[in-house]
């Protein structure tokens, strides 16, 4: 560890040097051993450790700074002061006015946040890299000069803003829940015993002087991590951090508990009871954190105990009829101690004490035999793949080496919990798990609330006392693109990036929704999001446990008019892969059982979804705004998700997934040649001569009339404002024009209206505006966010004041749309730093029908758009005389003013659209 004063410059390296397995995985050793991953670490005399990690394949730098402090370090009566000084850090300065962003914003800046945990608060900026400078120099000017700039004013700005992110975390249900989930768990005394949010009581006492304690406490040189990762050399950043950072105070470090793993003299049973869904339970044990050699062989022993039919704990409850349609173990880290927990969701009817028995028989041999040796290795096969394809990435990289600094002052500490990985056998998984699983634990129990009806009016003779009768007893550039076509007619497309042996293919086949054929309403999706649950040669059973085999995780998806097949690999196991996915994809089976068990989840999921009024709003917003017959405004009924049936799938699968719609994406580590050869063998003689109907256009919208739609969420602490009106179809450079304009309206955090309702008036978390994504009919403006409940109405005018002012007496100024644009350019200088984003945007280029590497091609647009044109667009596309609205909350609170605002015909509806008043 590096002194605690002076500088002094340690340079390290990663050169893993392990036994060689037992079994060769298709992950050679040598690709992870081989791997050198070299950083520097140096001290300021003012005790600030500032980590470097060098990467030049982009223009940017993340600059990352954490505070060894979190809300395990409150006192008792100032619970959420460490999240709320997070808040305050945003602030001004005794040398900067206004809004921390703006500077940013202004010199392309737009990833910046900060997020406090319990263990520590962190803050971050990824810059270009002529931005550094600033971003360096803000950052030092806060550490050591925002105190003198903390008045009432902003500390009751973003005390309101922190209040409103509350009311917006969970729902009361679930925070109740929550809150008694921890009083269980921890004592009193705990550092974990409250929320890092904290309680409205102690965020209501907090005051100035409060908050500049806290500062002088905690946010000094020697209590903090300055993390560097991009392209950054260490003599350069030495230069830049000590220039920036010379004047910051020391402070010091704080004495802190290190380990606290609570303990738990007998088992506690809570019971809670949901709105929707069925019944589960769940087993929660405190246990040491991953710092631990037991805490990271928990870790170990949850990650192979589920997921799959072969794990233990699901053959045990889910297979072969078993009384669960579903069980999930997790084991959650912190730095005092982790949790490890078992969740258990029941069929409807199923006996909730065989099902305990079971799980405690499960555990019972688990403890005795450990896990299988099989999946260890698998597992440590997938976790090397993962450790490869963050590679690509700088600032994943440097979040590992932060994170080691963070808990053991090592940014190498993954390597200790690697080697444990590696060492693990079941023998020494099935000792830690009797060391702590033995242990009394946390059982909660779930069931849905029990259906009630609402009171009948006059129903009780209410004149007078009943008699009581006598007592009786009861009971970046774009990379080449090479392209071929295959024997059987489809396409290939292969983009060759050999930085990191890793590999990422996508099967694009043009189908799903908005097709020439009448299928039931989502049977695409469901089609491709069956695949993977069985095939003829890996039948259901079996098809997960080869996937694990292979460390491959493919993805499937459907929307309107493109459905994929996506997953990542290796080089080395590329051949297994696309053997084993193009194996699936030509002999899917569609299991019966499957089916079933979605059927029968529809009832479940449509009663939770009738019983929770919060659930409504997208769709009836949708059906407002189309029309209750359009693609986009049509709410499924019951009976309309049931009518999925496997001759139906088959159906589909037979008729549109083929060929002559197939574009096949390969980008990383591989040729041309190679993936043609493997296509060819997997796919070369399938559904040749099958004809797939070709997408159509979206017909068009034939709104209800109906401008208010009102939601009755009774007891809401918050209204939640949905507005949009539908606008001109996508064309490239208009729709543009339309990002740059709504960026500064609402399409950022310092735009117009999150800036009002959020900073200025302290009414919501967030309030912002988007815009639709339809390609091939029209498009949608929206406006979204959650109001507090005694504002909804206020909000509802400001939010109509900003659009008139943003298309007439205000429009967007030079200054605005010159941040856009800046924000906006580097962001697309930065996008192609990984396979999966050459695929995303290949993708996307095809389904919008432009050239496969037209993102490079759009600055040029950029720069040629004009502010009066942006105010144009503006005028033409955000007008606020014909918006529809969607507003879910207490009406008893809300419905008269809302009514009196006159914004045209009101509803309110249920979740089907069906008119109640």
């Keep these: 560890m590096a002194a605690a004063m002076g500088c002094m410059v340690s340079t390290h390296a990663l050169a893993a040097a392990t036994a060689a397995p037992h079994r060769p995985p298709a992950v050679a050793p040598d690709e992870v051993e081989r791997t050198r991953l070299v950083y520097d670490r140096f001290t300021l005399p003012n005790g600030l450790t500032v980590l470097v990690y060098t990467d030049h394949t982009a223009p940017k730098v993340l600059v990352s700074l954490t505070y060894r402090v979190g809300s395990k370090d409150e006192p008792a009566g100032k619970t959420g002061f460490a999240h709320l000084f997070e808040h305050m850090m945003f602030q001004e300065t005794e040398h900067r006015k206004g809004e921390y962003f703006t500077p940013f914003l202004q010199s392309g800046v737009s990833n910046i946040n900060g997020n406090t945990t319990t263990d520590r608060t962190r ?71 409250h929320t890092v949010i904290g309680s409205m009581q102690d965020l209501d006492a907090a005051s100035v002087d409060d908050v500049r304690t806290w500062f002088d406490t905690y946010y000094g ?106 069980v999930y173990a997790s084991y959650n880290d912190a730095a005092l101690n982790g949790t490890f927990s078992i969740a258990v969701d029941l069929k409807p009817g199923a006996d909730a004490a065989d099902a305990e028995r079971r799980l405690d028989a499960a555990l019972a041999q688990l403890k005795q ?231 029968v989840g529809v009832d479940r999921s449509y009663d939770g979804f009738e019983r929770d009024s919060r659930s409504w709003q997208s769709g009836l917003f949708s059906r407002a705004l189309w029309g209750p017959d359009h693609w986009y405004g049509h709410i499924r009924t019951r009976a309309e998700a049931k009518q999925v049936t496997r001759d139906a799938l088959l159906d589909f699968y037979a008729h549109e997934v083929a ?78 024009i339309e990002q740059l304009a709504n960026g500064a309206l609402g399409g950022s955090f310092s735009s117009r209206l999150n800036m009002n309702l959020r900073e200025d008036k302290g009414w919501s978390y967030g309030f912002h505006s988007g815009l639709g994504a339809s390609l091939r009919s029209q498009r949608t403006f929206t406006l979204g966010g959650a109001v507090q409940t005694d504002k909804t109405v206020e909000s509802i005018r400001e939010i109509l004041r900003e659009l008139h002012d943003y298309t007439d007496a205000r429009p967007i100024t030079a200054k605005e749309f010159e941040e856009q644009r800046t924000v906006y350019l580097d962001s697309i200088s930065w996008q192609l730093v990984s396979n999966l984003a050459y695929q ?51 009406l008893r609170k809300i419905e008269a003013g809302i009514r009196a605002l006159n914004l045209g015909p009101v509803e309110v509806q249920d979740g089907y659209g069906h008119r109640l008043r």
């Design 659 to 736: 060929p002559a719609n197939l574009t096949a994406y390969f980008i990383g580590d591989v040729t041309l040649d190679e993936a043609r050869a493997l296509l060819e063998r997997g796919l070369g003689d399938w559904h040749k001569g099958v004809k797939p109907a070709p997408t159509i256009d979206a017909p068009p919208a034939r709104p209800t009339g109906v401008r208010v739609v009102l939601i009755d969420v009774p007891g809401a602490e918050q209204s939640q404002i949905t507005a949009g009106r539908l606008i001109g179809r996508w064309e490239p450079r208009h729709a543009l």
């Design 840 to 890: 995303i945007i290949m993708v996307d280029a095809q389904d919008r029908g432009l050239p496969l590497d037209y993102s490079v091609h759009l600055a040029p647009i950029v720069h040629s758009i004009t502010l009066p044109e942006a105010q144009a667009v503006a005028r033409e596309s955000f007008r606020a005389d014909d918006l529809v609205w969607s507003i879910a909350g207490d």
């Design 123 to 193: 803050y971050f900026e990824l810059v270009p890299k002529r931005a550094l400078d600033l971003a360096l120099w803000m950052e030092s000017d806060r550490m050591q000069y925002l105190p003198g700039a903390i008045d009432t004013a902003a500390l009751d700005g973003q005390r309101a803003v922190v209040k409103n992110e509350k009311r917006q975390t969970g729902t009361p249900d679930s925070n109740a829940r929550a809150d008694a989930l921890r009083a269980a768990l921890y004592p009193s005394t705990h550092p974990y015993a």
């Design 369 to 599: 035999t450990g896990p299988d040796a099989t999946t260890l290795r698998e597992n440590l096969h997938i976790k090397d793949k993962s450790f490869l394809a963050a590679l690509e990435d700088p600032e994943s990289v440097g979040s590992i080496l932060e994170a080691g600094e963070l808990s053991r002052g090592d940014p190498l500490r993954f390597l200790q919990t690697r080697r444990w990985e590696k060492e693990a056998t079941p023998q020494t998984i099935a000792a830690a798990a009797r060391r702590w699983l033995d242990r009394p634990y946390i059982n909660e129990r779930d069931d849905p609330e029990p259906t009630t009806s609402p009171a009948v009016a006059g129903s009780v003779d209410r004149s007078g006392l009943p008699k009581v009768p006598p007592a009786v007893e009861v009971q970046e550039p774009f990379a080449p693109i090479e392209r071929a076509t295959l024997s059987n007619g489809a396409q290939l497309v292969v983009v060759r990036r050999p930085r990191v042996p890793m590999v990422s293919v996508s099967l694009v086949f043009a189908t799903g929704s908005a097709i020439d054929h009448p299928y039931p309403r989502g049977l695409a999706a469901h089609t491709f999001g069956s695949l993977f649950e069985g095939s003829r040669r890996y039948g259901e059973s079996a098809i997960g446990g080869r996937m694990r085999a292979l460390a491959i995780a493919p993805s499937s998806s459907s929307d309107e008019r493109q459905s994929k097949i996506s997953f990542s690999t290796d080089h080395a196991g590329l051949s297994e892969a696309v053997d084993f996915v193009t194996e699936v994809l030509r002999e899917p089976i569609f299991p019966q059982r499957k089916i079933d068990e979605f059927l």
């Design 221 to 326: 040189a020697s209590n903090a991590i300055l993390l560097l990762a991009g392209d950054i050399d260490p003599a350069e950043a030495r230069e830049k951090v000590t220039k920036y950072f010379k004047d910051v105070r020391p402070g010091h470090l704080v004495q802190q508990i290190s380990r606290w793993v609570p303990v738990l003299d007998e088992r506690k049973d809570l019971h809670f009871f949901s709105k929707g869904g069925g019944s589960s339970f769940a087993r929660t044990w405190p246990v040491p954190s991953a710092d631990e050699q037991d805490g990271v062989l928990l870790q170990v022993l949850q990650e192979t105990i589920t997921g799959t039919p072969q794990s233990a704990l699901n053959r045990a409850l889910v297979e072969n009829d078993g009384p669960a349609r579903g």
